[in-house]
């Protein structure tokens, strides 16, 4: 059985830099997409970015477009988002996903169908 565990979140200011992680315990097998995704209080989920494992392809919202980048490692089950010039509107739990459908690069939250618990990420001015 697959599980994903995010980390690295945290408290920064304006302009700052984190780095979150998603560690995948199981075998994910053809759940070829890795995802990540952030949901603010009182706002819908929304897709920061995608990541294609065959060919580490990316894809990304362009709210954060040059700023955040999505990569994975050789092993494939772990990725990470580099989050860079953070801005207070990036404050938001973060969620990592895993996801085998190819409406994935669009960002769809119902491409995934693995989860995260979420990480913490707050941006103050």
């Known amino acids: 059985q697959v599980q994903l565990v995010e980390s690295g979140g945290g408290s920064v200011q304006t302009e700052g830099s984190l780095r979150l992680s998603c560690v995948a315990s199981g075998y994910l097998g053809g759940w070829m997409y890795r995802g990540w995704f952030r949901q603010a209080p009182g706002k819908e989920r929304e897709g920061v970015a995608t990541l294609y494992t065959l060919d580490r392809s990316t894809y990304y919202a362009d709210s954060v477009k040059g700023r955040f980048t999505i990569s994975q490692d050789n092993a494939k089950n772990t990725w990470y988002l580099q989050m860079n010039s953070l801005k207070p509107e990036d404050t938001a739990m973060y969620y990592c996903?895993?996801?085998?459908?190819?409406?994935?690069?669009?960002?769809?939250?119902?491409?995934?169908?693995?989860w995260g618990q979420g990480t913490q990420v707050t941006v103050s001015s």
């Open positions: 996903a895993a996801g085998a459908d190819p409406t994935a690069t669009l960002l769809r939250s119902e491409s995934f169908g693995y």
